[in-house]
Structure formats: C-alpha cells, structure tokens
C-alpha cells in the first residue's frame, strides 16, 4: 500500500523525498523547514525497530529514498548484502568533520563512510523511577545489569512493572557481560545457556518494546526500562511534569554505544532529493536543532555552539572520556557462521518474547539446519 501511495504522490509531484526513520527522532518542524526552503515535499514514515527496516529492504525496492539503520549489526549486515548505493559526497556541502568514536566505529564496517554516514548516537543504559525502587530494593543495586538480569531483583520490582527493549542485539550482551561470558560471545553452548536465563526472566518482563518505554516510565506503568539516552531523557523531562522521578543510567557493567546512519538504498527513485534532505540534515544549525528537540546526541562536530548549554555539557548525552572508556562498541561479526548465529539467536528471541522458550531437541535442530544452511552457500 505505501509502495502505491509513492507511485500515486511522484505521478503528481515529482519534486518529493520519501523518508524512513526513527520513530520521534526528527521533528515535524524540521520537515517542514526543509519543504520550505527547497520545495521538495517529505513523505514521512517511521519504524521502532531495525528488523522493520531490514525486512523493507530485503523483501522488495521499498520505494524509499533515505532510511537510517543501526550500523551494527544491522547496517554491517546490509552492507554485505549490497543494500545501498553509494553516497555522492560532492552533493553533500554540509559534510564536515565526524566525532572521532564515530570513525573509530565506521573503522571496521564503512571505513570510508562512503554507504553509511553516520548522522546521531547515543548509549544503552537503564532508566528507572528512583522513588518506587528506593521502595523495594537497596541503593547499592541500583547501578547495576542486576536490574534487568537478577531473578531475586526482578521478582521485587516486577509488580511495578520492568521492560525490555525489542532486539536481541541490545539484550544478549548486556546479558553476557552481566553473566561473565564476555558481551561478544559467539558460542552456540552459551548461546543456549543465555536463552534459559532470559526465558525465566521473561516472565517478570511487562513489556518487550523500543518505543513505548517512555509513555510506560512516565504512566508509572513500568519502573525498569532498559532504555536509550535520548529516549531515556524525554521521560525524564515528561515525568517531571506529572510529579514522578526518572534516572537514567549506564550500568557499572558498561554500556553501548549506538550509531544510527543516513543511507540510501538502491533503487532509490529519488536520488538528488536524497542528497539535498541529507545535507539538509548534515548542516549545524539543523543538526543542532533535532539534538536540542531529541536529547540525541549529533555526529556534526560543528553544531556544538548552536546546541542548549545544558545539553552540551551533559555526560549523559556526550560522554566524557572517562565514561567513554567504560562502554562497548559492538564488533563487525560476518561471514556464514556469524549469519549462522544471528538467525538461531533471533528465532530464540523470538521464542522468548511469546514466553514459549525453545526445547533443546528444537534448538539443536535450528543450529544444525542453519548452518548446513550457510554451509551450502559456500559450496
């Protein structure tokens, strides 16, 4: 139906761009801006997860022209895959100097930046009502994984509601690291392990979800999120309004960083409107604006004077150094074994969320069938 609509409006209007981003990452009034001072219309759309992107891009020609995955693993992942083309940087005026953990990332995955550019980032921490848990448990566990992964914890706050977010890739390390197994393990063994562990969890988990956890923190629905910074501090600010007290943290465990990108896939029908909406995007004063609206953090080192003192000199939103070194940056894992993993750890997850946890016979089977599976590519 949306490939319709697009078909319909460019019939009609040829001067449009069709975007696919983040759910409440860029402003109406930043849209609107754009539409005015360039006369080419936005088609907006948004999605909350990156499978929602990745099965658009995989399935068909989505009909979009600017869409902003996850780099890893999901932008690695579409790289290899051919899901991009290559952006013209000689379109692109406002393209300046990009914050040094950034290219350190786009290192091992684009190191060029040449399909993804990496436009805003941020951290994967927890958030929490500190006056309801200040209730049920001791200070001391209060900066801690412990809070999503401790069974005895959980059975504490649950009544009062706990949330996971949506994807794997933000839940198994995390775990992982909690557990001692190392946050980058690849171990079908361990893999299994943690899938035992998270489906006990699982049932003291209210919600599985990478955009309500907000309105849920703010309702008093739920008092654990395993959240995003910049999510993570909308709540804070919203909850204040009606009286309730938001933290949000990085765990003394470490956090991620996250990195989503600007690409264009092929097939784009769009292009030069493409290019003039990302450099659009990529000038300081509009990057200084969606991070001043958003509290996410930009990659456009030159916004920085234009964006809210208070913002600016948050540690939680631009880490300082010694914050920087306690987070992980996940590694770029390809290759048939690694695709192997991703598909088994999906179909547990997948699993886990129903609350109907996968036998060890049924998980044998998918791993052995995936990887034969991957096996059969490479003959």
């Not at 920085?304 to 940056?329: A, G, M, W």
Request: aromatic share 12%.
């Amino acid at each position: 139906m949306f490939g319709l609509f697009l078909f319909i409006h460019q019939f009609n209007n040829q001067r449009c761009v069709n975007v696919y981003c983040w759910y409440g990452v860029l402003p109406k009034n930043i849209l609107d801006q754009f539409e005015e001072e360039t006369g080419i219309h936005v088609n907006y759309d948004v999605f909350d997860n990156n499978e929602m992107l990745e099965a658009k891009l995989l399935a068909t020609n989505s009909g979009y022209d600017v869409v902003f995955p996850t780099v890893t693993p999901y932008g690695a992942r579409q790289l290899l895959l051919h899901v991009y083309q290559k952006i013209d940087k000689s379109l692109l005026p406002s393209l300046c100097k990009v914050e040094p953990i950034l290219v350190e990332k786009m290192s091992n995955i684009d190191v060029h930046m040449d399909f993804l550019l990496p436009y805003y980032w941020g951290t994967t921490g927890i958030a929490f009502d500190e006056d309801t848990l200040n209730k049920v448990i001791p200070d001391d566990s209060k900066n801690s994984n412990n809070l999503l992964f401790d069974i005895n914890i959980l059975k504490k706050i649950s009544p009062y509601g706990v949330s996971l977010l949506q994807e794997p890739v933000d839940v198994f390390p995390p775990f992982f690291e909690y557990s001692g197994l190392g946050r980058d393990n690849r171990s079908f063994e361990d893999l299994w392990y943690a899938s035992q562990c998270l489906s006990e969890i699982s049932r003291y988990v209210r919600r599985f979800s990478s955009s309500r956890f907000i309105v849920d923190l703010v309702l008093g629905e739920v008092c654990v999120a395993q959240a995003w910074s910049g999510e993570a501090l909308r709540a804070i600010e919203d909850a204040k309004k009606v009286g309730r007290n938001i933290r949000y943290i990085i765990p003394k465990e470490g956090g991620d960083i996250w990195i989503d990108a600007i690409a264009i896939p092929k097939g784009a029908p769009n292009v030069a409107n493409a290019h003039a909406f990302i450099n659009f995007l990529l000038r300081p004063d509009v990057s200084a604006q969606i991070t001043n609206a958003t509290q996410i953090a930009t990659m456009v080192t030159d916004a920085k004077p234009f964006i809210q003192k208070e913002i600016l000199n948050n540690s939680l939103i631009f880490p300082t150094d010694d914050v920087l070194s306690t987070l992980f940056i996940s590694p770029v894992c390809s290759g048939r074994e690694a695709d192997a993993y991703e598909r088994v750890r999906m179909r547990m997850w997948a699993q886990i969320k129903m609350l109907r946890p996968m036998t060890k016979a049924y998980f044998d089977k998918t791993v052995q069938k995936q990887t034969a599976r991957n096996k059969s590519y490479t003959n």
